[in-house]
């Protein structure tokens, strides 16, 4: 429960700005436990008296009770669930009588062992807090995540003037392939950029559009309702500056542009890369750049997560979802599904836990015939059990030889008279949908956070001039276990396999282990990292990813 503002002149004032600036639509949200700051309780139909009252718009009260908890759960839910349902075993295998009682829990992508005692204590604090109405503290005490969505809703929700008016100008663009979340961020990077005084450009097809020069500068309306919206507004496009660097060079003279923000996949970064590689040659791109991940692939170096590939998981795991309650239907059936992604396999690791697959075939983890073989022979034993489905998932390039075709014809081979076998191509279903809430929250945050990081790096200079050839000057933001790290483009480039456009490390490699668990293979568990015991810190609240 917030603590919010009783019913003064200042409840009013949000509601009716908006409306007289061209809104025609306006949504309050009230939490069931909602309070004023002297603890009375703010009810909804509270809320619309004064609104009828107040302003006389026509307003609606809508609860939205249990809905809330009902549906099927989201990739990331079920991965969590799965990750702590084994961190939970191995606890209690490794157990002895003296280990305190813990709470099995996740910070920063990493299973972790908070004391449970410590959590009831600071679930306590909370809720004296409360009562004791000391709010600012009852914010920090629920973790830094909660602070600073709460912080980032009241910069974003209304438009404030600026300051004063900057002399920088900024331009924003989506290069690659479209990513759910992209337009999130394109919403909040101008938003607080307009906030900071800064004039603001949008730029249309990417480097492309850059070269011919189709800039055109927004305001705050002008981002209205994007939040929500899949794809890419703006229109995005796969070009390399390099392909037309002079006239690059021309636009960003003639626009006069002093910060560059880049969203999209590795074509961003390569992109950037190839800018700040040609700063030697042409001082107009000494300017400040930085790089938002966002791919449905997770292919991008300097972050562990890239914009849109929650989305993508969720729509490849929906579709699963489908294809085994066919396989269901058809008894003794196999679905060979290929997912998107290039090189990078996340997107058939992630799904395959999330759907419960009996493999998941990627590049990263190196595989063999025998390997594929002994697949197959794990799928006859399962067929001679209750359930009477396979689900085999195989990211598009996994294997140069071990085609989609070729694993459905050795599969429909060697089970024959056992399964038959079908196949499923995705495709570009992937990419598309409205992003997920996950998405829509991370978009806004780097938004915000990647433009104030370029503000503070255009006020060291000389006021109005910008001269930026350091390699700090040009980043790629991204999370990193607990942090929002500004990783420079030029480091990165010593972690990337350009070849096959991949970081050289991935995180998520150790979740293959849980995978393989899961569909009940005879494997070790030597390898197998257990979470270590924490205190609880406001670090180690932070539930959501990172932040």
């Not at 390039?397 to 196949?423: A, M, P, V």
């Amino acid at each position: 429960s917030m603590a919010g503002r009783g019913g003064g002149a200042g409840a009013q004032l949000p509601v009716g700005l908006t409306r007289s600036r061209g809104s025609r639509l306006n949504i309050i949200i009230i939490a069931e436990g909602a309070i004023d700051r002297s603890g009375k309780p703010i009810s909804s139909n509270y809320v619309k008296d004064l609104v009828v009252q107040r302003l006389g718009f026509d307003t609606r009260v809508t609860v939205l009770g249990h809905v809330q908890r009902g549906g099927t759960p989201s990739a990331f839910d079920r991965v969590l669930s799965s990750k702590m349902g084994m961190e939970a075993v191995m606890a209690l295998l490794e157990a002895t009588p003296d280990t305190p009682a813990c709470v099995v829990s996740l910070s920063g992508n990493q299973s972790v062992r908070l004391p449970l005692m410590e959590c009831v204590q600071v679930t306590k604090d909370v809720q004296k807090a409360m009562d004791e109405k000391r709010f600012e503290e009852a914010i920090q005490l629920r973790g830094r995540s909660f602070e600073n969505n709460w912080n980032i809703y009241k910069l974003l929700a209304h438009q404030k003037p600026a300051q004063e008016k900057s002399p920088f100008s900024m331009a924003i663009l989506n290069v690659g392939a479209p990513a759910a979340g992209m337009n999130a961020a394109v919403r909040s990077a101008v938003r607080i950029a307009i906030c900071q005084g800064h004039t603001v450009y949008v730029v249309s097809d990417g480097f492309e559009g850059l070269s011919k020069g189709q800039v055109r500068e927004v305001g705050w309306h002008d981002v209205a309702g994007w939040l929500g919206r899949g794809g890419s507004m703006l229109g995005t496009k796969r070009t390399l500056p390099k392909t037309c660097m002079e006239k690059i060079v021309e636009n960003v003279r003639k626009f006069n542009i002093q910060a560059l923000l880049v969203i999209g996949g590795f074509e961003a970064y390569e992109g950037v890369l190839q800018l700040v590689e040609a700063r030697g040659q042409y001082e107009e791109l000494c300017i400040i750049m930085c790089v938002i991940p966002a791919t449905i692939s997770n292919n991008v170096p300097g972050t562990d997560f890239s914009l849109g590939s929650d989305t993508a998981v969720n729509a490849a795991m929906e579709s699963c979802d489908r294809i085994k309650q066919s396989a269901s239907g058809t008894k003794r059936r196999v679905f060979i599904v290929e997912t998107m992604g290039g090189y990078c396999g996340y997107l058939s690791t992630v799904t395959g836990i999330a759907v419960g697959a009996d493999a998941a075939y990627v590049y990263e983890d190196p595989f063999t015939i025998h390997d594929l073989k002994a697949n197959v022979e794990h799928l006859t034993d399962k067929m001679k059990t209750d359930i009477q489905r396979g689900l085999v998932l195989r990211n598009e390039k996994c294997h140069e030889h071990y085609t989609t075709e070729f694993l459905y014809n050795l599969y429909s081979s060697e089970g024959k008279g056992i399964f038959d076998c079908r196949i499923n191509v995705l495709g570009h279903l992937q990419q598309g949908g409205a992003p997920t809430p996950f998405d829509r929250n991370y978009g806004t945050k780097l938004g915000v956070k990647a433009v104030l990081w370029m503000s503070e790096k255009l006020c060291v200079p000389l006021p109005g001039r910008v001269f930026a050839n350091s390699g700090d000057s040009a980043c790629v933001i991204g999370l990193r276990k607990k942090v929002v790290a500004f990783s420079p483009v030029t480091e990165l480039k010593k972690v990337t396999d350009f070849e096959h456009r991949l970081p050289q490390e991935q995180w998520w490699l150790n979740l293959r282990l849980m995978l393989k668990m899961l569909a009940n293979y005879q494997i070790s568990l030597t390898e197998y990292i257990s979470g270590t015991m924490e205190h609880v810190t406001r670090r180690t609240l932070s539930i959501e990813k990172g932040f």
